[in-house]
């Protein structure tokens, strides 16, 4: 053991000899006294964190670096590979994050929510300014009080958002953008005339996982990807938003279409009560002037499960969802295309009940002839 070895020992020594006359005199004392102490203990963690990550930041530059790292592995029972991210966030905090470091060394943060706070702000766009980067760490250190690692580490790596909210919103959109382009490369969705009142539906999705060393299989497929780049092509790509809601509520219909026969051959009591139900809730919405959109989801929900077809009832769904999402940008309906709408999902339920196949299909016309009468007035 060296001298200075020797003195930290020492040193140490005392202080543990301190600090565990002080536990016993704060637990003689009451629980006023217990908490006092545990947060000057907690304050003193702090300080010999932030120490402890002053002196790795300096030891990097020593000509045997090396042992630093297995002395870091070796003190703290740690893998190399954890050793090396401990230099790294000591790195990190002097050079990029340093008023997190200077409120760590002051114990006004945890060493587990600087961590946090690091790895957050690691995430941040590169092109932020050190001017920037300084604005979110105050920012950040504004919150310690309230919030726990897990959300430090969530906000931190959200500071961009706050300090310059409108060049975030165009990250995002270009983002977005890359993950339609992505989405849409190996997938597809097609209709067609079977020419007998139908429409045929081929498509390819992502449905597949491979698993290394074990094999390929059905993945949990989502159709949130094609939802999301629908939307979003709709909405912020210029001059798409009213002829991606055409072709939307085209697809919409001729899954209608496609369902037809199957519903009005399969109509049963159980169904018809559930449908009738919705339709009552929709009438009446519209009497007080509220929105059915959760009535009208569950309407066309219930009627694609009776193809006994789980795809086909997600695709019915997904579509619903696009069209909700591009549906405002249309403006308001009259009063007039909100009773048609109510009016034609009855329509339907009778037709099925009734089993007459060409008032159905003329039910479905009817459904969907007020939103193209808002379609067609938008582009006159």
Request: aromatic letters at 4%; hydrophobic letters at 45%.
């Amino acid at each position: 053991m060296r001298m200075n070895d020797a003195g930290v020992w020492e040193l140490e020594q005392q202080f543990m000899a301190a600090a565990w006359d002080s536990a016993r005199a704060a637990t003689a004392a009451g629980p006023e006294s217990v908490s006092g102490f545990l947060e000057a203990l907690a304050q003193t963690e702090a300080h010999l964190a932030g120490l402890r990550l002053a002196v790795l930041d300096q030891a990097r530059f020593m000509p045997e670096a090396t042992k630093v790292l297995d002395a870091v592995t070796s003190s703290t029972r740690h893998t190399p590979t954890q050793a090396k991210a401990t230099i790294r966030l000591a790195a990190d905090l002097s050079e990029r994050f340093r008023l997190i470091l200077n409120a760590l060394q002051a114990g006004l943060i945890s060493p587990a929510q600087a961590e946090a706070i690091t790895d957050g702000l690691r995430r941040l766009p590169a092109r932020l300014s050190p001017a920037e980067l300084e604005q979110c760490q105050t920012e950040i250190l504004s919150w310690v009080d309230e919030l726990g690692p897990s959300e430090l580490r969530t906000l931190a790596s959200r500071m961009a958002e706050i300090i310059d909210p409108d060049r975030a919103d165009a990250d995002e959109a270009k983002r977005l953008a890359r993950e339609e382009r992505a989405a849409h490369r190996n997938r597809f969705l097609r209709l067609a005339p079977d020419h007998h009142g139908s429409m045929r539906i081929t498509g390819a999705l992502d449905i597949l996982e491979v698993r290394h060393g074990t094999g390929t299989f059905v993945g949990q497929m989502s159709l949130r990807p094609l939802v999301e780049g629908l939307a979003f092509r709709g909405v912020v790509l210029p001059g798409q938003d009213f002829e991606s809601l055409r072709q939307i509520v085209e697809v919409r219909s001729g899954l209608d279409h496609t369902l037809a026969p199957t519903v009005v051959e399969h109509m049963d009591d159980d169904a018809a009560v559930e449908l009738s139900r919705l339709c009552d809730a929709m009438a009446e919405h519209s009497r007080l002037s509220e929105p059915f959109a959760a009535e009208d989801r569950a309407f066309h929900l219930t009627l694609a499960s009776m193809l006994n077809n789980e795809l086909y009832a997600e695709l019915v769904g997904a579509f619903w969802d696009v069209h909700t999402r591009l549906g405002p940008r249309l403006g308001v309906p009259t009063p007039r295309d909100i009773a048609d709408t109510v009016a034609a999902h009855r329509a339907m339920l009778d037709a099925a009940v009734a089993r007459d196949l060409p008032a159905y299909r003329a039910a479905i016309e009817n459904h969907y002839a007020p939103l193209l009468r808002v379609l067609g007035s938008a582009h006159t």
